[in-house]
C-alpha cells in the first residue's frame, strides 16, 4: 500500500505560478512511476505530467514549456511547478502512483487560475 498526500492548489490570476507537492508514504519501494492528472468540471481526468523511477519525464501537450515535474528521492515526494498558468489550467489536480499491480490517487488539490 501507498499512501499520498497532495497538496498546493490554490487560487491565482492568469499567467501566475504554483507548486503542487505529492508526498508518498508507504511501500514505496514499489513504485514505478509518480505523476499528476487533473479533471475539470464536466471533463474527463487526465494526464498533465508523469515522472518515472528512471528519471524521464512526460508532459501533456497543453503544459509542455510551462510546466515541471520533478521528485525529492529523499523526502518521497513529487512536485508540479507550474507557470504561466491559463484559465483553462483549473482543475482539482490529483497525485498518481503506479505500483507493481495498481494505481494509488491523492485525495486532489483544486487549481483555479483566474482571467
Known amino acids: 500500500q501507498v499512501q499520498l498526500v497532495d497538496s498546493g492548489g490554490d487560487l491565482v490570476q492568469t499567467g501566475g505560478s504554483l507548486r503542487l507537492s505529492c508526498a508518498a508514504s508507504?511501500?514505496?519501494?514499489?513504485?514505478?512511476?509518480m505523476g499528476w492528472y487533473r479533471q475539470a468540471p464536466g471533463k474527463q481526468r487526465e494526464l498533465v505530467a508523469v515522472?518515472?523511477?528512471?528519471?524521464?519525464?512526460n508532459y501533456a501537450d497543453s503544459v509542455k514549456g510551462r510546466f515541471t515535474i520533478s521528485k525529492d528521492n529523499i523526502k518521497n515526494t513529487v512536485y508540479l511547478q507550474m507557470n504561466s498558468l491559463k484559465p483553462e489550467d483549473t482543475a482539482v489536480y490529483y497525485c498518481?502512483?503506479?505500483?507493481?499491480?495498481?494505481?494509488?490517487w491523492g485525495q486532489g488539490t483544486q487549481v483555479t487560475v483566474s482571467s
Open positions: 508507504g511501500n514505496i519501494l514499489s513504485i514505478r512511476s
Open positions: 498518481n502512483v503506479l505500483g507493481p499491480s495498481r494505481m494509488y
Open positions: 515522472i518515472f523511477s528512471g528519471g524521464s519525464t
